[in-house]
């Protein structure tokens, strides 16, 4: 089936710091990569997405870079804070053959933010 | 403007009861989706409902079943309880189309003991 690769599951930075959390996925026809943050106790919510016709997108710290040649996308924060703290999932979507999308997400990585 | 929103917060069952969990939106989403979420595993597609009066099975779909009963409102049914649905459990609804922006409800937490 489709799979979304993640890693690092914990990733621990001192504040100021860059963190880079890397994804790949499987499926050569997705074209919508998101990435979502949850805090402690709190849903998941959108922070940043990228669709397959563009190679980067930026937003304040926040950055998203893709390479559909390898599969690959990836998440960078710069100048981190703690309230950057929290878990942070990306996600593909997959289409199926109803031509519905639907996304699959991957395992998550913990990000630790120290003052 | 509410979002979408989830009942109950927390949940405690023992082995084989029965309970519906809610979800509504309120932004004339088409699509409707039904999550766990584990320690370490992400988010898992239960069902889905592309649009109203159509619902699909996701990755983990054993021991559920959804309605999807009218544009607004999808609920998830479990039918016998077991301690390995005990997860948190998370609808979302999307607006296809200009965005694929998937919007998610508060969590519905549950114990099955």
């Known amino acids: 089936g489709e799979n979304v690769e993640q890693h690092p599951s914990t990733l621990s930075v001192q504040e100021g710091d860059s963190a880079v959390i890397k994804c790949t996925y499987s499926?050569?026809?997705?074209?919508?990569f998101p990435w979502y943050k949850q805090e402690l106790g709190k849903r998941p919510q959108l922070i940043i997405d990228?669709?397959?016709?563009?190679g980067e997108k930026k937003d304040q710290r926040i950055a998203v870079t893709l390479n559909k040649t390898a599969k690959h996308f990836s998440l960078h924060i710069t100048e981190t804070q703690p309230e950057d703290s929290a878990v942070y999932f990306c996600?593909?979507?997959?289409?199926?053959?109803?031509?519905?999308?639907?996304?699959?997400f991957g395992t998550g990585t913990r990000l630790l933010v120290s003052p | 403007n509410a979002g979408v929103t989830q009942t109950p917060k927390f949940q405690v069952l023992k082995t084989g009861q029965s309970m519906t969990l809610q979800c509504a939106q309120d932004?004339?989403?088409?699509?409707m989706y039904w999550y766990r979420q584990d320690p370490g595993m992400g988010l898992r597609l239960i069902y889905y409902?592309?649009?109203?009066?159509?619902?699909d099975k996701g990755e983990v779909p054993n021991g559920y079943n959804v309605s999807r009963l009218n544009k607004r409102e999808f609920s998830l049914r479990l039918e016998s309880a077991a301690p390995s649905q005990t997860s948190v459990y998370f609808c979302?609804?999307?607006?296809?189309?200009?965005?694929?922006?998937?919007?998610f409800g508060p969590g519905t937490r549950l114990t099955v003991l």
């Open positions: 996600a593909a979507s997959i289409y199926l053959n109803t031509g519905f999308q639907k996304l699959v």
């Open positions: 499926d050569s026809a997705s074209n919508y």
């Open positions: 990228i669709r397959s016709n563009v």
């Open positions: 932004m004339n989403h088409n699509s």
């Open positions: 409902s592309a649009s109203e009066g159509t619902t």
């Open positions: 979302a609804s999307l607006k296809q189309g200009t965005t694929d922006t998937q919007y």
